[in-house]
């Protein structure tokens, strides 16, 4: 996937004349766009409502073993995903692309640490051993307080709570980890260069990303201040939401040792809309 995922469909007609001058994403007025975007796009929405829907009977079926440190993260991060996959379709269903890549970004990091995890061994350490560490900072901080503000936390009981932490990592060198060391232990580094680099712009403000906010007219002057909803971006982001959610969904079917068979059925179907997001021009 490259940078070109994000060019892709038609605007739908109508929109720039739609009454959101007042309300905006907030008003009655954006239920007939919804309502318009959805039919534009029925076939890739109804599939991300079918892949959410299996993704709900597989929690149903799974039984994390109790004593699986890997089994247990997985299980715990993979209805977050879930989450972050729902939050991204309605944002995407309203016309609010800037927020939908925003929450596209963070299922990407959850997969990421989801992946990375279930493949990795040293991920998995490090990813438990990196809250004992937060622990440790937060103690030391409230040690070395010189103020009142922690006054009211007994100074013995943070000490004892220093040495658990220090005992239990014993001198252990851990790695810095970001979302890119997740997304190498994960084998989804490409994803990180690429996808994530994208969402990244609407996370930051760039500047690039902000010129959609302006209808500027043939003489390159500014016509007025631009804020309606889009369906430019659904096709490659919701595309990208129902890929990341069928990784996240094998690899957590894969480390309870349940069958995957569904997540191929997925990919085969989603396959098309991932082609046009990449072929798609702006």
Same mark, same amino acid.
């Given at each position: 996937?490259?940078?070109?995922?994000?060019?892709?469909?038609?605007?739908?007609?109508? @929109?720039?004349?739609?009454?959101?001058?007042?309300?905006?994403?907030? +008003?009655?007025?954006?239920?007939?766009?919804?309502?318009?975007?959805?039919? *534009?796009? /029925?076939? $890739?929405?109804?599939?991300?409502?079918?892949?959410?829907?299996?993704?709900?009977?597989?929690?149903?079926?799974?039984?994390?073993?109790?004593?699986?440190?890997?089994?247990?993260?997985?299980?715990?991060?993979?209805?977050?995903?879930?989450?972050?996959?729902?939050?991204?379709?309605?944002?995407?269903?309203?016309?609010?692309?800037?927020?939908?890549?925003?929450?596209?970004?963070?299922?990407?990091?959850?997969?990421?640490?989801?992946?990375?995890?279930?493949?990795?061994?040293?991920?998995?350490?490090?990813?438990?051993?990196?809250? *004992?560490?937060?622990?440790?900072?937060?103690?030391?901080?409230?040690?070395?307080?010189?103020?009142?503000?922690?006054?009211?936390?007994?100074?013995?009981?943070?000490?004892?709570?220093?040495?658990?932490?220090?005992?239990?990592?014993? +001198?252990?060198?851990?790695?810095? $980890?970001?979302?890119?060391?997740?997304?190498?232990? =994960?084998?989804?580094?490409?994803?990180?260069? @690429?996808?994530?680099?994208?969402?990244?712009?609407?996370?930051? =403000?760039?500047?690039?990303?902000?010129?959609?906010?302006? /209808?500027?007219?043939? /003489? *390159?002057?500014?016509?007025?201040?631009?804020?309606?909803?889009?369906?430019?971006?659904?096709?490659?982001?919701?595309?990208?939401?129902?890929? =990341? $959610?069928?990784?996240?969904?094998?690899?957590?079917?894969? @480390?309870?040792?349940?069958?995957?068979?569904?997540?191929? *059925?997925?990919?085969?179907?989603?396959?098309?809309? $991932?082609?046009?997001?990449?072929?798609?021009?702006?």
């Amino acid at each position: 996937m490259n940078r070109s995922i994000w060019s892709y469909a038609k605007r739908i007609e109508g @929109t720039e004349m739609a009454p959101y001058h007042e309300n905006g994403f907030l +008003g009655n007025d954006i239920k007939v766009w919804i309502a318009n975007n959805r039919r *534009e796009y /029925d076939n $890739l929405f109804k599939l991300a409502e079918k892949l959410n829907f299996d993704c709900y009977a597989m929690l149903e079926r799974a039984r994390p073993h109790n004593k699986d440190k890997r089994e247990l993260l997985v299980s715990c991060l993979f209805p977050r995903v879930m989450e972050l996959f729902q939050a991204t379709y309605l944002l995407v269903s309203r016309g609010m692309i800037p927020a939908s890549n925003v929450m596209l970004r963070s299922l990407i990091e959850t997969m990421f640490v989801l992946v990375a995890i279930a493949k990795d061994s040293e991920a998995l350490d490090a990813y438990i051993l990196n809250d *004992e560490r937060e622990r440790l900072i937060t103690a030391n901080k409230i040690i070395n307080d010189t103020s009142s503000t922690f006054s009211e936390i007994p100074l013995e009981e943070v000490i004892r709570v220093k040495s658990e932490i220090e005992k239990n990592l014993d +001198g252990k060198k851990l790695p810095k $980890l970001t979302t890119e060391y997740f997304s190498k232990k =994960a084998g989804l580094h490409d994803w990180y260069l @690429t996808v994530y680099a994208v969402t990244s712009k609407s996370v930051h =403000a760039a500047i690039k990303d902000m010129e959609q906010y302006l /209808d500027i007219g043939s /003489d *390159e002057k500014v016509k007025s201040i631009k804020f309606t909803p889009t369906s430019n971006g659904t096709i490659g982001i919701l595309s990208t939401a129902c890929n =990341a $959610l069928g990784m996240a969904l094998e690899t957590f079917l894969a @480390t309870l040792n349940l069958d995957t068979d569904i997540t191929k *059925e997925h990919a085969d179907s989603l396959r098309p809309f $991932l082609e046009l997001a990449l072929t798609e021009k702006d």
